[in-house]
């Protein structure tokens, strides 16, 4: 029999988290993000618990491509826009709109109308208010806006911004009015759309931000952006993921005995362990910190020791019912619907519920549950 691991995609839980999304602002079109290959979910695995986005978002022409062949005609967003010339036959092959945040892309755009004149984009120009990645800055925006604006091959043009701190654990200024300030006013002799909600600001600005168009990425996948200080449960938000396994073996070790590589646990009485077919070669982190939550049969436990390559190990001192073949719930749901929060097991390895969800490796098999 194969190995007993393999990660659930719950459908329903998608589908949910899009209309948590859609009714914290109803009034704007609701954009699913699948950049990562759906944050590591699979876009082909998703994109029909995803039927009610108004439109997707994704990072690269290829995810553009697959989303076209699974029938999408909605409108699909190049979230950091074209990285050469030659993108743009692509982009009107397949009607992939794209931002443009920097003025090599705009001269890119105008060589192209004179090498495919009836070509037309649908564009998201950015604006730098903060993060200081991509965008013009406030003093160049509204020049390279008109550039835009006088093109034949640019059908329409939506502003952008990206928040940085719309995850803080205060709301305010330490959010995303500072920003908001900043975008409003560079923008603010422009009529067009805007496109300005992360998943952040969807859950917590909502009444502060106009946004005709929101980026819904890591809420659709039932991570909380602003976790520790707010959690799933706090938004209404479902898993959509859950790595789950098996005990495979279990231990009896007394007092002074140590676990795992380095010995860097050494119980301090006798102890029931359960060794986990999980490790760092599954996604699951090598750095993960002894104490960090799991589910054994929907009970809750914790880790020991340093996590191998393909084993971890737990304790079951707690737990006489849990046996060889006891499920072990990773992260996400078990399936007597009890639930750990990747957030939850991210916080013990030091990372984020994003880098979890898209670091499960190639040798985990997936199921999808409907």
């Known amino acids: 029999m194969p190995r007993p691991i393999c990660a659930v995609i719950h459908r329903s839980a998608l589908a949910h988290n899009l209309k948590v999304a859609r009714a914290a602002m109803p009034d704007s079109q ?5 950049k990562a290959d759906a944050y590591g979910h699979g876009i082909e695995r998703v994109y029909p618990a995803f039927a ?21 005609t909605k409108p699909l967003l190049l979230l950091e826009g074209i990285f ?4 743009l036959f692509m982009c009107a092959k397949y009607r992939l709109a794209f931002t443009v945040h920097s003025q090599h892309q705009i001269e890119w755009l105008k060589t192209f109308l004179k090498i495919q004149p009836e070509a037309r984009f649908d564009v998201f120009i950015k604006i730098n208010t903060g993060m200081n990645r991509l965008g013009f800055t406030p003093e160049d925006y509204q020049q390279a806006f008109t550039q835009l604006n006088q093109f034949r091959n640019v059908q329409s043009i939506t502003q952008m911004t990206h928040f940085s701190d719309a995850d803080g654990q205060r709301l305010g200024q330490e959010g995303v009015l500072h920003q908001y ?7 603010s002799s422009i009529q067009a759309p805007v496109s300005l909600s992360n998943s952040a600001a969807i859950l917590r600005h909502a009444g502060r931000v106009h946004s005709d168009i929101v980026r819904s ?21 479902k898993p959509a993921m ?8 279990i231990q009896q070790i007394q007092a002074g005995q140590s676990v795992g590589y380095g010995s860097t646990f050494i119980a301090k009485e006798s102890m029931r362990i359960g060794v986990v077919a999980c490790g760092y070669a599954d996604g699951y982190q090598r750095i993960t910190q002894t104490g960090t939550p799991v589910l054994v ?12 390559m393909d084993m971890l190990v737990v304790d079951l001192t707690h737990l006489p019912q849990a046996k060889i073949g006891s499920e072990v719930t990773l992260w996400g749901m078990s399936s007597q619907g009890v639930v750990l929060s990747i957030d939850e097991v991210a916080q013990g390895s030091g990372t984020l519920g994003y880098e979890l969800m ?12 409907n």
């Open 30 to 34: 609701v954009y699913a993000i699948v």
């Open 52 to 72: 009610a986005a108004d439109g997707f978002g994704f990072l690269d022409l290829a995810e553009g491509i697959r989303l076209r062949a699974l029938g999408c």
């Open 84 to 87: 050469a010339l030659e993108d």
């Open 181 to 187: 300030q900043v975008f409003r006013q560079a923008t």
């Open 217 to 237: 990425g890591i809420m659709l996948y039932g991570s909380s952006p602003s976790f520790p200080y707010q959690t799933i449960q706090d938004f209404n938000l």
């Open 242 to 249: 859950t790595l789950r396994s098996e005990v495979i073996a």
């Open 297 to 308: 049969d929907s009970q809750r436990a914790q880790t020991i020791g340093r996590v191998s």
């Open 358 to 369: 898209c670091g499960v490796t190639a040798r985990v098999p997936f199921e999808i549950e």
